[in-house]
């Protein structure tokens, strides 16, 4: 299957500072990448979604100028969360889909941040 | 309004056993595509099987079934003679045909397998 990418695997970051999360889908264009949220034991939750050279789409309840995403080439997705704080540390997931695979998202392997 | 329950938390067998990990699910979609994702302690996702809603075939692959049943809105899974490999979180997730970018996850049932 395809493969999809994530960097860094881990981060610890103090409160206040801004991290980047990158999601490369390696051997595919990606039209559309997701962003999903998963905090210990919980399942995985939505962010957004985003299409190369537009901008992101945000669900309800998911802050834009926290969580900010930039989908500029086909390959490249980044997700970075400003002004972090203890509350942000949970599990980051992308996912990436290319339009000849109808349906079927691959994850990348996943990044977890730690904000102290 | 779309669900998944998977009412089972956690499941431990002992390697050589069968286990089925439950998946409900609820939509007013009559198109619509259920799956299931294997996430190990490494944490990605590995996607495990698609079925569209109107396939109702159960299906095996190797040591793996799924049982799909749209009169009870089910979609359950099987493995068979469990291996130490195979513990992991399993999740099951549901997505409306109309609208593909809507993976809706439930919360997942964490399966050890001891030897």
């Known amino acids: 299957g395809a493969v999809v990418s994530q960097h860094p695997s881990w981060v610890i970051c103090k409160s206040g500072t801004s991290v980047k999360i990158e999601c490369r889908s390696l051997d595919f264009q990606a039209t559309t990448m997701f962003w ?15 299409n190369e050279g537009s901008k992101a789409t945000y669900e309800q309840g998911v802050e834009k100028d926290k969580f900010l995403i930039n989908h500029a080439s086909l390959t490249l997705s980044t997700l970075t969360v400003t002004s972090a704080h203890p ?20 994850f990348g392997p996943g990044t977890r941040l730690t904000v102290l | ?12 067998v002992v390697e050589k056993e069968d286990v089925t ?18 996430q190990p302690p490494s944490g990605e996702l590995v996607f495990l099987i698609r079925r569209n809603s109107f396939d109702e075939q159960n ?6 079934s799924w049982n799909f049943q749209k009169s009870t809105s089910s979609f359950n899974f099987t493995i068979t003679a469990s291996q130490v490999v195979d513990s992991a979180v399993y999740f099951c997730a549901l997505t409306p045909s109309y609208n593909t970018d ?12 001891f030897p």
């Open chain 1, 36 to 50: 999903y949220r998963q905090f210990p034991k919980q399942s995985l939750m939505l962010m957004a979604t985003s």
């Open chain 2, 102 to 113: 809507k993976l809706i996850f439930g919360t997942g049932t964490r399966l050890q397998v």
């Open chain 1, 87 to 106: 509350e942000d540390s949970s599990f980051y997931i992308c996912s990436a889909r290319e339009d000849s695979s109808y349906n079927e998202q691959f």
């Open chain 2, 21 to 38: 990990l439950d998946c409900v699910y609820e939509t007013r979609d009559t198109t619509y595509y259920l799956f299931w994702y294997k």
């Open chain 2, 59 to 64: 299906e095996i692959s190797g040591r793996y």
């Open chain 2, 1 to 12: 309004a779309q669900k998944v329950t998977q009412a089972q938390t956690e499941i431990s």
